[in-house]
């Protein structure tokens, strides 16, 4: 466990190694364009990745016993991912140019990049049990990116070949997971175009679930610069920390889901309870360090260039323990018990409560309005999937005598 939270708030915190030398040389319009990209990008991951990042590593904790279906879980999310990647990524690239701002380019390939993210094998190692592979194809990669585009930047590097580097080192951890995960020709499973059309069917519910999720998460920049361009530097700023938040949450997910998929039946109510409690705890950890180390360290990450007040941060902060919850809820409650329905259903109310809160708030009280409208629609996606997660239980057990 220890050795994944590492490697996980290791690549969550490399990009921030970056931020000062971004912020020094492009200023803050130069930053929140990588940003807006990053976030479009990051969208664009959430349809490549097909919902693997979140059922994945509980398939392959599943099947650890078995090398033919190992790899056939491998060869098929790979395949459908490579397939979706062809048709997502122009479309992203070309939307990143549409609503740029300024600095296009970067924004473009900054959204390239982060979509590449999709291709990931990380849910892979982590259902494997493997901390030394996800730090060797997602831990080193993004470390080498952030120190040598740093070092990059200030040496005169244009702002430009930062989303460069980024894209060269996601593809490169690509190729390496993909040799060496491709097994041997006895247990290797390459899908047809049959199996693929059939993967992105039963992923589909997923995908839609992730991306729902995402338009009211990543495409919160986007909205906020529609209707509040005067407010898109502070929010791209609270919105970044916050992802490093997010991810800071993510190695309790993964290795916790697999913990509590891998025990025995008796023990697993026990495992999820504990699991819950340790990443609801996380969630705490997490949001009251972002209230109050933003603003003192905003000087050093945001090179001065944009302050962030203890109330604005706190505004953001918040939220965090809400996707704590919903993460323990869905990993280790509604994924196991094929309720990924519930997901689907609670992510698209959502969506439709999250667009228009974000582009109300964000009119209303800029930056902190656009937060506080993350932090309700967040409420409203947990509370709606706790209580169709009762409903489904009453359905089954019948009601409470």
């Known amino acids: 466990m220890l050795e994944f939270y590492g490697l996980t708030a290791a690549t969550a915190l490399a990009p921030l190694v970056a931020l000062p030398a971004i912020t020094s040389s492009a200023g803050a319009s130069g930053f929140a364009a990588v940003v807006l990209g990053q976030t479009l990008g990051a969208a664009a991951a959430v349809v490549v990745l097909m919902g693997w990042g979140l059922v994945g590593a509980h398939a392959v ?15 098929t999310s790979l395949f459908t991912r490579l397939a979706v990647a062809a048709v997502v990524l122009p479309v992203v690239g070309l939307i990143a140019f549409l609503v740029a ?5 970067v924004v473009v390939l900054a959204a390239v990049g982060s979509g590449l993210v999709g291709l990931t094998s990380s849910w892979y190692f982590t ?66 175009p049959r199996a693929i059309g059939t993967s992105l069917r039963e992923q589909s519910g997923l995908i839609l679930s992730s991306l729902a999720a995402y338009a009211w998460t990543g495409f919160s920049v986007t909205l906020v610069a529609t209707v509040s361009p005067a407010s898109l530097a502070l929010f791209a700023a609270l919105y970044r920390v916050q992802l490093l938040g997010r991810a800071l949450l993510f190695p309790f997910k993964n290795a916790l889901q697999s913990w ?19 990443t609801v705890a996380a969630g705490v950890l997490v949001a009251v360090g972002m209230a109050v180390l ?25 939220s965090l323990v809400v996707v704590s919850m919903s993460l323990a809820f869905s990993a280790y409650v509604l994924v ?65 005598s």
């Open 61 to 75: 904790a599943v099947r650890r016993d078995s090398p033919v279906e190992l790899q056939e879980v491998y060869w």
């Open 101 to 105: 701002p300024s600095h296009a380019a």
């Open 127 to 192: 259902g494997l049990g493997r901390s030394g592979l996800v730090a060797l194809y997602e831990t080193l990669p993004q470390v080498a990116v952030s120190v040598l585009g740093s070092v990059a930047l200030w040496s005169g590097m244009p702002l430009i070949g930062f989303p460069v580097l980024t894209i060269v080192a996601n593809v490169l951890a690509v190729v390496l997971a993909f040799v060496r995960l491709r097994g041997d020709r006895a247990t290797r499973t390459v899908p047809g």
């Open 260 to 278: 509590v998929s891998g025990g025995a039946d008796e023990d697993r109510p026990a495992r999820t309870r504990t699991a819950v409690l340790v």
């Open 294 to 318: 933003t603003p003192l360290l905003d000087g050093v990450v945001f090179s001065g260039t944009i302050e962030v007040g203890f109330g604005q941060a706190s505004a953001m902060a918040v």
């Open 336 to 400: 196991p018990g094929g309720l990924t329905r519930i997901i689907v259903t609670s992510t698209v109310a959502g969506a439709v409560v999250g667009v228009p809160l974000l582009l109300a708030g964000a009119n209303w009280a800029g930056a902190v309005g656009a937060s506080l409208a993350i932090l309700l629609t967040e409420l409203v996606v947990l509370g709606s999937a706790f209580v169709l997660w009762k409903l489904k239980r009453r359905r089954f057990t019948g009601p409470a």
